[in-house]
């Protein structure tokens, strides 16, 4: 067996390119894990991160260059391969069976087999606890995956890993959904497992996690590497200039006055439920004026997807009542409420937001087709179309071939930006923002935040939801905290800290 003791990279690249077409997407990327570390991994949108880490996880195979395993170059076959050598990766997508508990998920495909052929319960408990007191978490393992809190489900797939003996974790932005309080949680958990000899790997765009908890960070921009660097040598504002090549300046939102007059939306005793006839939502009471960002903070799963819904039309009201303007909108269709001037800009892009396989001018028309003035007398005028969009996409600085491309070839900021291109320019009173920054890189984040800021102050009213806590610090006027589908509180931003909106997400006051 291999003393990794004196290894000098339990996981690496060397020189490793790797071409789609034309593009280079990795382009002679030298990278090197030591064993027992923290390394983080950081990089706009189209940086090559997710290549490298196909690559390192043996599902993408180099053009040129090498793997690097214990010093030595290897050939990963595929993530089978690269398990048995101990690398697991935990995906922002959880990999699990929700209808399955805990304990049943765990050991799911590596069940300990007693006498008869059957599952034996008690070393699978056992093995449970024993990975629970390793990690430092108490996690109920009789408790169904779809009805654990969100930070039990990133916890679990951690464990799965150790449970099937990876001691190489690429954990791929793990903190995406978490509360602070759970973040503060998932990093204890990787200092400790770090502490018993793992390696990790942690790729992340929230650059205060990554200075707090990493031990070396490499910055990607455009496929190569263009610094390897430790918390101790740089700072966040460096780090940002280093991913994208340039300063990055932040939005600016002007300081809060609550608006005159009665509030543009309302909702009263608001309850909403999901798919299944479940009550997600409510009773709640929201208002929001013309004039102000309110921005709704909780962890996933808490009732924000069935607000948004309500508030734009998409979900029915199971009681309570909703009004815009004055008028009521409880029971009315989704076309009277983007008529009226509310737009929705959705928090999935790829099946929601935008049709990936239609061109780009036709994304940008998507439920305007029959409006002036880019239709007359039922037939589209392709010119007034073109112009239109070209305008729009000018002013968010959208970067694409040609108009009749798929929305698909643009990179995941610029999909964003059409989207939003569209819901401005109906020149709506009220934006609903979801997730809108999700998958953008720093730069397309500054730049929405802008686009948002702008809106707001024109006079737009905007309902953000996010999972992000420094983008609801960051552009609310109001933040209103969500738990168990109940408000939890408000804070205006001039009270806000990370500390007080974390407890509001996790159902606690917020003093």
């Known amino acids: 067996m291999m003393d990794r003791a004196r290894v000098a990279i339990r996981l690496g690249a060397r020189k490793v390119t790797r071409r789609f077409g034309p593009v280079v997407a990795n382009d002679q990327i030298d990278l090197a894990v030591a064993p027992g570390t923290i390394h983080a991994i950081v990089g706009g949108n189209g940086a090559g991160k997710s290549t490298l880490m196909r690559i390192l996880q043996g599902v993408d195979q180099p053009d040129e260059g090498s793997v690097i395993l214990d010093d030595a170059p ?12 101990g690398i697991g990766m935990v995906h922002q997508e959880f990999m699990l069976a ?33 990975l629970a007191a390793l990690a430092g978490v108490a996690l109920d393992w009789r408790v169904k995956v779809a009805d654990a809190p969100v930070h039990q489900r990133q916890i679990l797939e951690i464990l799965r890993l150790l449970y099937r003996g990876a001691d190489v974790l690429i954990l791929d932005e793990p903190t995406a959904v978490l509360a602070p309080a759970q973040v503060t949680e998932l990093i204890a958990l990787m200092r400790r497992l770090k502490a018993e000899g793992r390696t990790i790997l942690f790729i992340s765009h929230k650059l205060d996690e990554v200075m707090s908890v990493a031990d070396v960070i490499t910055v990607i921009r455009v496929g190569r590497v263009v610094a390897t660097t430790t918390p101790a040598q740089t700072d966040k504002a460096q780090l940002a200039q ?29 309850v909403a439920r999901d798919g299944r006839g479940l009550k997600r939502l409510g009773p709640i009471d929201l208002d929001i004026f013309a004039g102000e960002i309110v921005g709704i903070a909780g962890v996933a799963g808490n009732g924000q997807d069935e607000l948004v819904a309500s508030a734009a039309g998409l979900g029915a009201i199971a009681e309570g009542a909703i009004s815009f303007g004055g008028r009521d909108f ?15 800009l959705s928090a999935d892009r790829s099946e929601e937001g935008l049709c990936l396989t239609a061109s780009i001018s036709d994304n940008f028309i ?44 643009l990179s995941g900021g610029n999909q964003q930006r059409v989207a939003i291109a569209r819901e401005l320019e109906r020149g709506p009173r009220l934006l609903v923002a979801a997730q809108p920054t999700r998958g953008v ?19 737009g009213a905007v309902l953000l939801v996010s999972e992000e806590l420094e983008e609801i610090l960051t552009l609310s006027d109001r933040i209103v905290g969500l738990y168990g ?27």
């Open 74 to 85: 290897v050939r990963l076959t595929g993530p089978a391969d690269a398990f048995a050598r």
């Open 98 to 130: 929700p209808n399955l508990t805990l304990l049943e998920n765990l050991i799911l495909a590596r069940e300990p087999v007693g006498r008869g052929g059957l599952i034996d319960w008690r070393v699978a408990q056992a093995e449970a606890d024993r």
């Open 242 to 270: 280093l991913m994208v090549g340039e300063a990055v300046a932040m939005a600016k939102v002007a300081p809060y006055s609550r608006p005159p007059g009665a509030p543009l939306f309302s909702a009263r005793g608001l």
């Open 330 to 344: 409880t029971r009315a269709p989704a076309s009277r409420f983007r008529a009226a001037g509310i737009s929705y």
């Open 366 to 409: 998507a439920g305007r087709e029959q409006e002036s003035p880019f239709s007359r007398g039922g037939f589209l005028r392709l010119k007034m179309i073109n112009a239109g969009a070209e305008n729009a996409l000018a002013k968010l600085s959208v970067r694409y071939g040609r108009l009749t491309d798929a929305v698909r070839s």
């Open 441 to 459: 890189d720093i730069v397309g984040i500054a730049f929405i935040h802008e686009q948002i800021a702008a809106f707001r102050d024109r006079g």
């Open 485 to 511: 589908g109940q408000v939890t509180g408000q804070l205006l931003r001039s009270e806000a800290s990370v500390e007080k909106v974390g407890r509001l997400m996790l159902g606690q006051k917020a003093a």
